[in-house]
């Protein structure tokens, strides 16, 4: 999905073409509900096991559970009967002596500090929340066609054929549909989600301490308000050394600097050449054979640089830049947030539990932006504009476009070149690749080596701190 949408907006940026408004608003809702399923999965089913003790479930009072969860939320999940439904089945699970999807974790840790109770609610709000993802993948098919790989977009706007009185289009029926399920989105992240971020995160207050790394930041604008492209519900901007005060703003995908200072080295990553290029003169020529340097070479991962510096990227960029420039959710989230952490501050966001707590406030914000581009889409089509698409025209010569996307796991690029409407290169500079990138040629390392950096570690045998850092 993301990279659908990073690869037209490529195009479009380079052929200089505009999209319909109606064209804008479905795509921005795809991209509204495909991060909701992202940071939900991103924290329930691939982190929270990290913080979260299975085998301490049973020992757990599911009444009491109950009393904790209602006293953090007025979700009506947080029955004691929930409770007690899911604690049956992790009883079930460890009775059979086969634990399944749970073998491999680390339970009994001594870095696990959860009450039982604690643990019991997580748990529960896990399995819940695979029925939430769910609506959110819901979405994206409605207005996809299909999910995941999208099949809606075309260059120039979507596919989606807009006719009220047609059961084969996109209908009122079908945008109610969306509507309801945005809604139920929303609840589960204000209720559930956010509130239990906080929580955990309450029960390890060193984790707002630990895995900082680099502390350069970006993000891209995105959710376009309108097909021009020139005003963005999604804040973005680049900060330095920490200090989201000194912010620069980016306005639009226009700018000429982003453009220019963008470039990945390959020094110590299993590529050819040693040059740090510029995406648009970028090459990605595997190297392997007996004659790789494998004393200096360790990752197939690029290490994209911005003006030569290492970037963090992510919800906590995008959070802490919608912060310090006022961006009315983004403050409102933030503060409900940090006013549900002891001890919570702007600077403990840049941290392991911090980004969780950033991905949970940006979800929160997108609940609401949903709700106002489903509203700009349905009073557009009201005002009796059903155009989806603008015809590309591909000029002779050669024309260079980037296309932004600020995804659920940070700024996404597509740099590509087109000579005579023939693609000459293509490259895509990925949210994972600035975050995982490895060391450059000046020896500097990305931001998951700089974020293990004086991380504690209970048992080498079982580094479940390491895991900790690099899944936030």
Request: net charge neutral.
């Amino acid at each position: 999905t993301v990279h659908a949408m990073a690869s037209v907006r490529a195009v479009e940026d380079a052929i200089g073409l505009e999209i319909p408004d109606n064209a804008q608003y479905i795509r921005n809702l795809i991209l509204i509900a495909h991060s909701l399923h992202d940071h939900i999965v991103h924290f329930y089913h691939l982190s929270a096991l990290d913080f979260v003790d299975i085998l301490e479930i049973p020992k757990a009072d599911p009444a009491k559970a109950a009393a904790i969860a209602q006293s953090l939320s007025e979700w009506p999940g947080n029955s004691a009967q929930a409770f007690k439904a899911a604690q049956d089945k992790v009883k079930a699970v460890a009775a059979s002596g086969q634990m399944g999807i749970f073998t491999n974790g680390y339970w009994g840790h001594p870095a696990m500090k959860l009450s039982p109770e604690l643990n019991l609610i997580a748990f529960a709000h896990y399995l819940q929340a695979l029925e939430y993802q769910r609506k959110a993948l819901s979405i994206v098919a409605i207005l996809g066609s299909k999910t995941p790989h999208i099949q809606n977009l075309t260059v120039g706007g979507v596919a989606n054929a807009i006719n009220l009185d047609s059961q084969a289009t996109l209908n009122m029926e079908k945008l109610f549909q969306v509507k309801l399920l945005l809604g139920e989105l929303s609840a589960f992240v204000q209720q559930v989600y956010l509130p239990d971020v906080a929580a955990i995160g309450n029960a390890y207050p060193e984790w707002f301490t630990y895995g900082k790394g680099v502390t350069n930041y970006m993000a891209a604008a995105d959710l376009p308000l309108s097909g021009k492209a020139d005003k963005f519900d999604l804040p973005g901007g680049i900060f330095f050394g920490g200090n989201p005060g000194a912010q620069k703003p980016f306005k639009d995908w226009k700018s000429e600097e982003f453009r220019k200072a963008v470039a990945e080295d390959v020094t110590h990553a299993f590529y050819e050449g040693n040059a740090s290029l510029q995406p648009w003169k970028g090459e990605t020529k595997p190297a392997y054979g007996n004659g790789v340097d494998v004393d200096n070479k360790y990752s197939w991962v690029k290490a994209p640089r911005y003006n030569g510096e290492p970037m963090q990227v992510g919800p906590v960029a995008q959070v802490l830049i919608g912060h310090a420039q006022g961006h009315p959710l983004f403050t409102k989230w933030t503060n409900a947030a940090l006013s549900k952490i002891k001890g919570g501050s702007l600077n403990s966001l840049q941290s392991t539990m911090g980004r969780h707590a950033a991905r949970a406030i940006r979800a929160a914000v997108l609940t609401e932006l949903a709700e106002k581009h489903w509203q700009l889409l349905v009073d557009n089509i009201n005002s009796g504009d059903f155009t989806i698409h603008n015809t590309p025209g591909f000029p002779i010569g050669t024309v260079e476009g980037v296309g932004q996307h600020e995804a659920p796991r940070g700024l996404l690029s597509h740099w590509i070149v087109i000579n005579n409407g023939k693609i000459t290169n293509y490259q895509a500079v990925v949210p994972s690749t600035w975050n995982a990138s490895p060391r450059d040629a000046k020896g500097v390392p990305g931001p998951y080596e700089a974020s293990l950096l004086d991380n504690p570690v209970a048992d080498p045998e079982r580094p479940l701190e390491v895991l900790r850092t690099i899944h936030s």
